[in-house]
């Protein structure tokens, strides 16, 4: 008898007591202490969970693995850096599926401009060092933000 369950981004009030069954469940199986996972951090409830509870157990399984013997605010850290690298990834499987649909000169543009706002970001804004790490000269990167319509990002 098929049971159905809505997604977690919508019964988000159960996410509390998930991450108290897993953390549990988690360190019983690996026969590790039970690590504290502040479950007011505000990125739980409002990150896409694609993969719904399976994905939360991973979370709380990675994160347990990660930071045994790490301070409360290395677990917190920790846990932001995954859910953000994820959303990072699901955002660049969106803008792929979105360069399917468009001609191969413009979805080389979209590339490359978010691409080079990264690289910006990563170096303060610094053209000289984005120029050098990117490999172009730095004239010429100057041309292809220009061409790009790219401006002052710090």
Known sequence: ??????????RTEDIPELI?????????????????????????????????????RNLVERITILSINEPKDNVSKLMNDILSKTSSLDNQKDILKDSLSVPLKEAREQFETEYLINQLKKNHGNISKT????????????????????????
């Open 131 to 154: 120029a050098d790490f990117i490999g172009m000269e730095r004239s010429a990167l100057h041309r292809k933000l220009k061409l790009l319509g790219i401006k002052g990002i710090n």
């Open 20 to 56: 108290t069954y897993f953390k549990k469940k988690i360190a019983e199986i690996n026969g590790v202490q039970e690590i504290d996972i502040d479950t007011r951090n505000n990125q739980l409830y409002t990150y896409n969970w694609p993969g719904n509870v399976r994905e939360l």
């Open 1 to 10: 008898m098929p049971i159905e369950l809505s997604p977690l981004t919508s």
